[in-house]
Each structure stands twice: as structure tokens, then as C-alpha cells.
């Protein structure tokens, strides 16, 4: 984590995916944007996917083939409140939920509620997941 030049003092990273403007310019991100895009990278990302940080990501892909029942979604939801307190400091999580989707039995849908620490912004994602078991 840096900081962003045009605004000192806020810990933002790079975009991930950055994507230039009209005129061709590429940004840095928003404190709010680049805490966002860390948590969605975060849960979609293996360990070792990432060059130089070998243990970055949740590790989700291991749940695909499990059934889903209360235990599975209870593992997602430890694996994904550890990952978030170790590479997601910037932010304090209000809730955490892993619930089956009704109308798709093997589909869990992961809801996110937090809090950005510097700034007290308070945000929310959600993300569907695939099980198949």
C-alpha cells in the first residue's frame, strides 16, 4: 500500500485493473475505490496467484465442489473474515454473511458490510459463488 500523490496521507494502491480516462490519463483511486477493489480481489484470488505475495487471496476455489450446507458456508465465511483481517486493515467489518441463494440451491451469496477506519465511510459488496456440490 502507498499513497495516493494528490491526496497525502490516505493508503490507497494502484487500481488493479487501471483504465485510462477520456484524454488517455491514468488515476489513483479513491480511498473508498481501492479499498473496494482490494476486498473483490481478495475473494476471487488463489494463493499464489499473486506475484510477490504468495498467500494473498481467500482461497474460495477450495468450496467450489462442496456441498451447500450450513458448515461449508460457515467455513467461507471464517475464511473470508481471516483474509479480510490480515490484508484489509483499512476497514472494520460490520457484518459478515454467507447465505444459500433460493432460487439457485448450489449458489451461496457472500454480503460484506464495513467501515473504511480513516474515514468512517461506511460501504457494503456482495458476491455470488457457485459451489455445485
Known sequence: MTTNPAQPGLPVGWPLIPVPDAQGS????TLEASVRQTIRAL??????ERLLHPRFGAALQQFVHHPNSVLTRRRIRDRIG?????YEP????????VEPQPDAPAVIVVSIS???RMT??????????????
Open 43 to 48: 475473494l476471487v484470488t488463489e494463493p499464489g
Open 114 to 116: 464495513y467501515t473504511i
Open 82 to 86: 481471516e483474509t479480510l483481517g490480515v
Open 90 to 97: 483499512r476497514i472494520a467489518l460490520s457484518n459478515l454473511t
Open 26 to 29: 491514468l488515476h489513483w483511486p
Open 120 to 133: 468512517g465511510q461506511a460501504d457494503d459488496l456482495s458476491l455470488a459463488l457457485e459451489l455445485g456440490g
